[in-house]
């Protein structure tokens, strides 16, 4: 009888234990997937940028200012 309740609270410990370890591996990994879009979205707004810059024309300076400020709001 000892046994039984034994197994079973072992057993209960291991779900729970397993349950955890996946959400914060799930937790983990949209994290990391957030991150890397982030990541993603900033170099392709510097090569905007550089490209923007070569081209020099003053219209573009405001899609440069106004580009920063959406990477400035987006990393907050």
């Avoid at 349950?19 to 914060?24: E, G, V």
């Avoid at 990541?39 to 920063?68: G, H, P, R, V």
């Amino acid at each position: 009888m000892t046994a039984i309740i034994v197994y079973s609270c072992l057993t209960m410990c291991v779900i729970y234990f397993h349950l955890q370890l996946k959400t914060f591996f799930t937790k983990l990994i949209r994290f990391c997937k957030k991150c890397f879009d982030i990541f993603l979205l900033l170099i392709e707004m510097l090569k905007l940028i550089f490209y923007l810059l070569i081209i020099n024309n003053k219209f573009y300076i405001f899609i440069i200012i106004s580009i920063a400020l959406i990477t400035i709001n987006t990393m907050i």
